[in-house]
């Protein structure tokens, strides 16, 4: 068997899906295989993959399934999955050469670690680079678990690594949740395992305003429900719940300032500060959309 098995959902993303395909064919580390999920598209997802079975061989198994979202999708590849380690990437993400041989430095010699990340460069969907996030912060690795409630940390889906074990005893990804599905799964692990960190960029993740994570009202609503879910876990009580709580109103208010919807974002903004005030980001977040609610400031 394989030392990682790669899990690439695909829905009607054959235009991205060769470059996610050929970013796993340039590994330093060649011990893999691909587990590709067709989750009901109706573009040319398989006409895509077709030359990609054919060069790969075994080391690429493409599945066809009914639409049945993301988490239903991850889900059928780690049932499908018999290596040690599961690594995400999902089809219009990319990762860099050194992504699995820095990830498997992670869990080398480590039985106490369950799952690993890295950092990222996001890239717009043209994949002209943004921005990178490559600087280590204090609740990046260790027993984390309370610090993924809070969302104090962030982790990026395309250098997820995770040991199959983790997922055997608490459970693959909660179909019930339509978004932060990735966040409870890492939440479940943290609470059981230490979570390490490879301080190198290692995949370019590709955003759009017309993905979930652009749409504020469903955001927050999958989120409510994750703080809910966990709430009174080791490390996830009242405050971790508030803290929680101003993170997510705050980040609902600043993706409806990028819409220029200033007074949804202005409520938002407080909500997060009544919740939290402790925090300068809330009071700086909710002082900028007073500004602009008010036209002091662009």
């Not at 077709?50 to 993301?70: C, D, F, R, S, T």
């Not at 990437?89 to 860099?96: G, N, T, Y």
């Not at 490390?235 to 208010?253: F, H, T, V």
């Not at 409806?256 to 977040?285: E, H, M």
């Amino acid at each position: 068997m394989p030392k990682f098995d790669i899990i690439i959902p695909a829905y009607n993303a054959a235009g991205y899906l060769p470059e996610a395909i050929e970013s796993v064919m340039a590994q330093t580390f060649e011990d893999w295989r691909i587990l590709l999920i067709d989750d009901g598209s109706t573009d040319d997802t398989a006409g895509v993959v077709a030359p990609y079975i054919e060069k790969l061989g075994p080391k690429l198994k493409y599945i066809q399934q009914p639409n049945g979202g993301l988490p239903a999708a991850r889900n059928t590849a780690i049932r499908n999955a018999s290596a040690e380690l599961l690594a995400l990437l999902d089809a219009d993400d990319v990762w860099l050469p050194n992504r699995l041989a820095e990830s498997l430095k992670c869990f080398e010699g480590r039985p106490e670690v369950g799952l690993a990340h890295g950092f990222v460069s996001r890239i717009d969907t043209n994949g002209a680079i943004i921005d990178t996030f490559a600087t280590r912060q204090k609740h990046h690795e260790g027993r984390i678990a309370p610090y993924i409630y809070m969302r104090t940390v962030d982790m990026c889906c395309p250098t997820i690594t995770f040991r199959k074990k983790c997922v055997d005893e608490v459970g693959p990804f909660d179909e019930t949740l339509r978004a932060t599905e990735d966040r409870d799964l890492w939440l479940r692990i943290a609470l059981r395992y230490e979570v390490a960190l490879a301080p190198t960029v290692m995949a370019y993740y590709r955003t759009s305003l017309n993905s979930m994570s652009g749409d504020p009202t469903r955001m927050l609503n999958a989120q409510l429900q994750f703080i809910q879910k966990h709430y009174g876990s080791p490390g996830c009580g009242w405050l971790a719940r508030r803290i929680a709580l101003a993170r997510i109103y705050k980040q609902q208010a600043e993706a409806f300032a990028i819409r220029r919807q200033y007074r949804d974002g202005l409520a938002s903004a407080l909500r997060s500060l009544a919740l939290y005030p402790l925090d300068f980001r809330n009071v700086r977040t909710a002082g900028s959309l007073l500004l602009r609610r008010t036209g002091l400031a662009r």
